[in-house]
Every structure is written in structure tokens, then in C-alpha cells.
């Protein structure tokens, strides 16, 4: 199909939701690029708030300050409700029309994989939600209001919601063009609203692309009973977010009528999220979507990076595993950080998919199917390789940890507590060369292991204090080649993405050397060491004993190699920067280290 004379059109679905609660369904823009066709094509949906721009100054002075203490929590276990959504019904009568009356102009960031599938039959839907510039609404970041608004356009694509020629909702036209069938694609908050659409079961929805995609909002801004930043983001939280993402106060009418109404809800938004202790409560449990896993009926395609400590890998590795025994699932594990991949010259990604999507979502006859794990195998270049499973090993590789006692000192001499928090890789860089303060234990590998799932600390540790924050890494250490996290670019717009529509860059991990490679990290909260739920004291000079699970990964490390496991207190790029005078002392001689182990591969 043609892409240059491509229609493109902008609509307003009527959602099921009434976020500012004005008596009236919030409104959602859906821009539509869709090939010139008579017959019916089906849709590729990227859900993102991003799209209608993002307001960053509002966002930046929303951040908080890490230079802070831990909280010590009164101990005491958490209560929890199931999860409501409100839903609204449609109000008044609307003229039907044939035609659309928006032309789309621009928009601010089109995904290449799109691009790729619109001259291959999809059309492009890029819908920003509640809360967004052009849309009506709140920015409720995350909940199942959201998530409805978005699944309302897929209900229209399917007859079953309404949608306006503009905000008078005078007229009415249907997606007449639509088979009805959907896939959904995106990176990051856009995966993350794959996942949440999944686990609507909405009919139509046949496929979703989560690139990157947080399962439950807790484990982005939260970590086993305490607060903690996304990886290269220190200070943000929910709120910050939600002044990012609320684009309408661009617009200077929106702004003047309604952010009185935002800055109350962000004010209700600031309270909720409870930031003082760092606990898992209703706020959180409202936007955990592991708790729906079970009603996915779409096939369900992941892409994650063992290097994104942004959106870490327990978000797809809890996804993956909660998914009900009959969903055909698959994950594209590199190790890459937190960027997309369709564009690598080491993988045929877009082609996969669009194979797949031929098949869903085109009713091609095909025998194509994707095994359950591809994975990028760390130890050379353009290397991939299918594997059973994420984590499900029976195998453990069990490390002692040493025979003696080692001391944590929490606080830092002022010169070094102001370095590292204005400029935390340097934290890191000394952190990686036993230069901070920290039990730093070397253990040689005598013979390959393959690390599929979590790696677990058994550990007995002591305070001196009532409380104490427990920071951990595990890296392969030893000069030599190592993937590196973000793809390089090999050829500038050399890649057509369809009859010259859109061209994009041939991109690669690099492999280059350096003198070590993070292969998982973890934060923990004592007073949470045993559950999540469950607030625990923590006595001074008391021996305590318990597991603590690090970030799920899938790695290879070479016989002849040494794995280095750091712990520490704060880590000045995640954590709050504690500065209490207390030490914790852990006592080698009765902890360890478990790795999964994988036996078998393809």
C-alpha cells in the first residue's frame, strides 16, 4: 500500500471515564494514519501520553530531594482492598457522519516500527489519554481510569464507543475502515500501557508489543519498602510524572479552567504515594496490573534489556510469569538499557513482527511462531539464541560468602556525601573499584554458568541502629569485551521503512572493552526483610537472617571469570541519602549467594 498519499485524520473517542468528574465521558484525541484502502485493515496502537508534547519545567520543579534520612516505621501489617473502576455511560445524541473534519498535522514523535507496518496493510493510532493536550480529563498516571480510556479506542475500532468529529460532540463517526483487530506497540510508559490494556481482556485486542513495560507502578518507584528513583532519574516520583504528562496545561485555556482541579488531585496524588515510608499501599495496588494477569487473552510479545535499570527486568519477569498457562508468550531479552530495538542489525525484529501481526491481525495463513525466549547472549556480538523460559530453573549454584564478619559504615565524610550526590556516577565509578564505603566479596568461576531468574543473598546482618537500608550488585568483573548498554549507529537513514515513506538508522550494540559489566542490583528496606506487607522493627545489635532476591536477568558467565558482589548502604543514583552514624555489620560466615542455573538451551 501506498504511504505518501496516506489518510490522515484525527478523531475524539467518547471514553467510559470521568476523571474531573464534570458530569460529561472525558474525551481522548486519536490521531489516524491509515493507507487509502476500500477494504477493512486492522490497527497498530501506540497508547502514550508523551505524544501530545510534555510539559518539563513543571515536571523538573516537582522533583524531590535524596539528601535525606530513612524513615523509621512504626511496625505494623498492610491492609489492602480490591482494586474499583468507575465507569460512566455515554451522554446525548450525535449526528453520524462519513468523514473526519481534523486533518492530522504532525505528530511529535511516530515510532519507526509503525512506520514499517503502515504501507503493510495497518493502520497508525497514536493516542495520548486522559489528561492530555487536545483531550479531556486528569492525568490519573498509571490506574485503571487510564487504562480504560485507552481500551475505549479500541472498543470504537470495534463499534462499541463512540467517537466526535471535535470536542462539540455534535457529530459522531464510526471506524468504518476497521477490521476490529489490534495490536499495540511502544516503549516504556507506551509498553506499559500495553500491559495494562492486556489485562482487560478487551475483545479485538490480539496482540500487544510491550517494549519495556512497568507491571506493577510500585517496583518503578518503590523497592522492597523503599523509596527509590528510576535508574538515571534521581527525585522523581508519581507527582512529577504527573506534571510531566499533563500536557493540557500547554494549552492557555486548559491551563486558566482547569489546573486548579490538577494542582488539588496532585495535591491528594502527593499524600497517597506516601513517600515518607516507601510502603506499598492502595495507591500502589490501584496500578499494579499482576493482579489482572490472569484476564490476558492476547498474544503477548515483550522486549527488555538486562542493562535498563530505568524499568528494571523484575517488571517483565513478573509479567511473564503471571501469565495464564495458555497465553503464547515470547520475550526478546538483550542487553541493552532502556531502548527499543527494532532497528539492530543483529535481529529481525520488525520483520518478526510484522509476520506475526500478518497472521493475528491479516488472517494470513502462516506457521510462523516466535519461540518463548530469544535471547542476546552477552559473551560475543550478533549473537541470539532461543531458550524455554525466563527464571522456572531447578538448578542452583550456591557461592559461600566468606568465614568472617564485615562492617558497613552508613555515613560518609561531608566532601564525599556532597560529590557523590551532585554527580552520582562517580559514586558508581568508585562504587565499581572498592573505593566506597561497602563489603566487596570476589568469587571465581570454576566452572560456566548460565544465570536464568533471580539470584538470591541468604544473609545475617546487624544494625546498630533501629533501622538500615541494604543496597546490593553483583557484576562479572575482569577487562575485556562487554556489550555496551545503548546501540551505536552504523549507517545514518539507510533503512526504508516502506516505499520510502519514513527511513530510519541501522543500529548495534557495540561490543567494546571495559572493566566490568552490572549483571543485577537490589534495595531493601529492613524493616521489610521478611514481606512486603509486613513493617518489622529493627533492634539495635540484633542478628537478623533472611533471604533478599536481586533484579531477574539472563546471563552467561565464562569459566575463569570472577563474580564481584557488592554491598552497601546508599546508593546515591536509587536510593534516599541517609546519613545516619550506624554501621551494619554482615556476617559472611553464615550468608550466601544462589544463582539459578540453566542446564539446556537451543
Known sequence: MRSHDAIREVVYVESRVDTDKDGLPDLVKVSIIRPRYEGKIPAVMTASPYHQGTNDKA?????????????????????????????????GQAEEVDEAEELLTHINSSYTLNDYLLPRGYANLYVSGVGTKDSQGLMTNGNYQQIEAYKNVIDWLNGRCRAFTDHTRQRQIKADWSNGK?????????GTMSNGLATTGVDGLEVIIAEAGISSWYNYYRENGLVTSPGGYPGEDFDSLAELTYSRNLLGGDYLHHNVAHQADLDRVKKELDRASGDYNQFWHDRNYLLNANRVKAEVVFTHGSQDWNVKPLHVFNMFQALPANIKKHLFYHNGAH????????????????ALLSKKLLGYASSYELPTVIWQDNTKEQSWTSLDDFGNQTSQRTFSLGDDEKVIQNRYETKDYERYGKAYPTFLTDLYQDKAQQVTIDLPIEEDL???GKARLHLRVQSSTNKGLLSAQLLELGSK??????????????????????????????????????ISKGYLNLQNRQYLLEI??????????????????????????TLRLILYTTDFEITVRDQTDYQLTVDLAQSSLSLPEMTTSH
Open 481 to 518: 569485551k562487554y556489550l555496551q548498554p545503548y546501540p551505536a549507529v552504523l549507517s545514518v537513514r539507510t533503512l526504508d521503512n516502506g516505499r520510502y515513506y519514513m527511513l530510519d538508522n541501522l543500529t548495534e550494540l557495540p561490543f567494546k572493552e571495559a572493566g566490568q559489566r552490572v
Open 450 to 452: 548460565h544465570l536464568n
Open 59 to 91: 515536571s523538573d520543579k516537582a522533583l524531590y530531594n535524596m539528601n535525606v534520612d530513612l524513615e523509621v516505621k512504626e511496625p505494623h501489617t498492610i491492609q489492602l482492598e480490591e482494586p474499583q473502576l468507575t465507569v460512566v455511560e455515554p451522554v
Open 536 to 561: 518489622e522493627p529493627v533492634t539495635p545489635g540484633e542478628w537478623m537472617e533472611f533471604d533478599f532476591d536481586l533484579q531477574p536477568t539472563i546471563y552467561k558467565l565464562e569459566k575463569g571469570t
Open 339 to 354: 531502548v527499543y530495538l527494532n532497528n539492530w542489525q543483529s535481529i529481525d525484529f520488525r520483520e518478526s513482527m510484522n
Open 182 to 190: 489490534v495490536a499495540t506497540t511502544g516503549i516504556s510508559y507506551l
